[in-house]
Each structure stands twice: as C-alpha cells, then as structure tokens.
C-alpha cells in the first residue's frame, strides 16, 4: 500500500499572506489533485495534475497557483490568503483511469 | 457536466438498524459512480465504485450500493449500522472520458446512536 502525506496539517496566516500546503504520494500515481472542502458545500476542485510538471485547472483555481516538479509531488498555495479561504484542503493521487482517488488527511487552513 | 445530488444532509439511526444513503446523477454518458467515507478530522477512503456490470456492488465493511439507470441513482446501503459507521458520507461521479476528474455530492452526516 501507500500513503499520501500532507504538510501542514495546521496552516494559520494572516489576511494577504502568500500560503503554501504540500503534498507527497508513494503510490507512483500519475494524477494528483488539490480540492477545497467547505462545510456544507462538499467538495471542490482546485487543480490537478496529470502528470510531472502539467497543471490543470479545476473549478475553484482562482486565487490559487500550484506546482508539480516532481511526480510524487503537488503543492498548492494560496496567492493572497482571504478570511473566506478558510477550508479544508485535500490532496489525492489516481492511477490509472479507475474513477478511485487516494486521499491524505487534509491541511486545515485558518486564516486571521 | 456532471452533476451529484444528495438529498439527505443528516441521518440518524440507532446501531444494528439499518441505513440506506440516497444518491442521485446526471450525465448522459459512460460514468464511474463511487462512495467515499469521511471520519472525522481525517481525509476520505474509498468505499466501493460502479462502472458496469452487476447494478449492485459489495464494498468494505458490509455496504453495498445498487446503480438504477433508470432513476439515475447510486444509493449506498448497510444492514446493520455500528457505531464506527458514524461518518460523513461522499457520493462521486466521473466521466469515464474524463479519467479519475471526480464530482462530489454535498455529503451525508450519518450520526449512530448505541
């Protein structure tokens, strides 16, 4: 098996502060993704990556950059950190086109 | 676009009842349909997924879920609840042309009570 590890697992910044949450997979998946959960609202996708280096935007990307150098990682951050960004943020890896994503345990951003 | 409905936000029943969690879809083309768990203050695990064959799917820990083209839905189902079941539940759809690009529903908290 694999696991999928997220840093911080706690982010607190200030409104306007550049944040940045990182993600690592030992699955030797090719995608990954960043969602937002809000409470009440599921799940939302942020970017995902299907492979070393390609970005690809999801249906919350505004406000957000992210980085995939390597395949076993993704980041993701926050450009200008708003009081209402305050969420859940979730990482997952897929293999091959199996419609089952892996998820780590999530980095809970607060932001004052 | 695909799109995921679930109806139920809270549910509560007692241990050994059972539970059955309403999903609903749309899209008009070959789908992945999946169940995910959610535990408190931790990230989402993989219950059970359908793309094709038999409508009704085993999962872990005794949940199935039953895939009705007809009524566009993918209801999870258990027959007796224990109060480790206690959990937010995701419904998620993908496109098979779209590859793992998964749609979540809002989630269903299920609370058990002993």
């Known amino acids: 098996g694999g696991i999928i590890t997220q840093t911080p697992k706690f982010l607190i910044g200030q409104e306007g502060q550049k944040l940045t949450l990182k993600c690592q997979q030992n699955?030797?998946?090719?995608?990954m993704y960043w969602y937002r959960q809000d409470s009440g609202k599921g799940l939302r996708l942020i970017y995902y990556s299907i492979t070393e280096n390609d970005l690809q935007k999801g249906d919350l990307s505004e406000g957000y950059d992210a980085s995939r150098e390597k395949k076993s990682s993704f980041s993701l951050t926050v450009t200008s950190a708003q009081k209402n960004e305050m969420a859940v943020f979730l990482c997952?890896?897929?293999?091959?086109?199996?419609?089952?994503?892996?998820f780590g345990e999530g980095s809970k951003l607060t932001v004052l | 676009t695909q799109t995921v409905s679930q109806s139920d936000a809270h549910v509560t029943v007692f241990e050994g009842d059972s539970v059955e969690l309403r999903c609903n879809y749309s899209?008009?083309?070959?789908?992945?349909l999946s169940w995910y768990i959610q535990h408190h203050g931790r990230g989402l695990q993989f219950l059970l997924k359908y793309y094709s064959g038999n409508p009704v799917v085993q999962g872990v820990n005794g949940f199935e879920a039953e895939f009705s083209k007809s009524d566009s839905s993918f209801h999870l189902r258990k027959a007796s609840v224990h109060w480790s079941d206690s959990a937010v539940y995701f419904c998620a759809v993908s496109a098979h042309s779209a590859g793992n690009k998964l749609t979540f529903g809002i989630g269903t908290r299920v609370l058990v009570r002993p």
């Open positions: 699955f030797n998946h090719d995608t």
């Open positions: 997952a890896s897929s293999g091959e086109n199996t419609g089952q994503l892996y």
């Open positions: 899209y008009g083309g070959s789908i992945y």
